[in-house]
């Protein structure tokens, strides 16, 4: 049986020790927690000034987990992201200069911005945890998350994702803007100064350990799913792939990272069994970037996500 209570008391202390720095984003933290008790990636896509940065920056403080910062530009090469062997003329060797991907959490920041050799860098570290520099291979830390973030808005310049780069990660959460009491709340927090991205400032400190998080990761082995759940799970993602507004379906990894989110956010919400509410909670995050709609459908204005909430309402929901 999980220990869902340490899981639960775990989450709670990291939302709160957040929300010193972030007004709302309480549903992205969720995400990424989900994202690291899982072992995925997210994708985070958002217009600028919507804290992503921010709130990665504070998660990491509150796991007291290693941080590092990717500014992801058109000149960015594969080496400022995994690192490079550099040669020491002193005693005729070459020493490992390990990347900004050698970290807990990885902020890939506008990973748009950067040409495809340098986002296919981060493809075998983020399905792999591993890079492989001068054909030998480095293990990365573990936990490993890299929270990639792109704006929604700006597509001059860039580089979109290609399908099998978007393929490894387990969620994309789209952030909106905050309602209006919350950025009023931020407005507020301006008064005291410019402080208050500051983390020190803030008081953030360490409320968890890495070693929490992956003990928390071990018990997703023991939340119970039925075989009707598991039923369920597999019928949404093969709906993907016959509904008609589809032109590529959820692929079987898109699967596995649904069920292996909808474990996690039972654990966080303090049980040990999957419901099918879990799996609808985690339908659009899990799936709204593995599909390809039909061009005609896309100039027609229907987005992902009302495709999928057409597919999974189709879907009998297990008793």
Known sequence: MADTQKVMA???????????????????????LIGLISGGHVLIEGVPGTAKTLLARALARSLDASFKRIQFSPDLMPADVVGTNVYSAADGTFALRKGPVFANLVLADEINRTPPKTQAALLEAMQERQVTIDGVSHALPDPFLVIATQNPVEYEGTYPLPE?????FQLKVVVDYPSAAEELEIVRRHLGGAGWTDLDVLGLKPVATVAEVLAARTEL????????????????????????????????????????????????????????????????????????????????GVGTDSVLTDVTSQVPVPR
């Open 10 to 32: 775990l989450a709670a202390r990291v939302r709160a020790e957040v929300g010193k720095a972030v007004v709302g984003q309480a549903q992205l933290v969720d995400r990424l």
């Open 164 to 168: 099998a780069q978007l393929d490894r």
């Open 221 to 300: 082995d023991s939340v119970v799913v039925d075989e009707g759940v598991l039923g369920y799970v597999t019928a949404i993602v093969r709906g993907t792939r016959e509904h008609g507004s589809v032109m590529l379906g959820a692929s079987p990894r898109a699967a596995v990272a649904l069920l292996t989110a909808s474990k996690a956010a039972a654990l966080l919400a303090g049980r040990d069994f999957v419901t099918p509410d879990d799996v609808k909670e985690m339908v659009v995050p899990c799936l709204r970037h593995r599909m390809v709609l039909r061009p005609e459908i896309e100039i027609e």
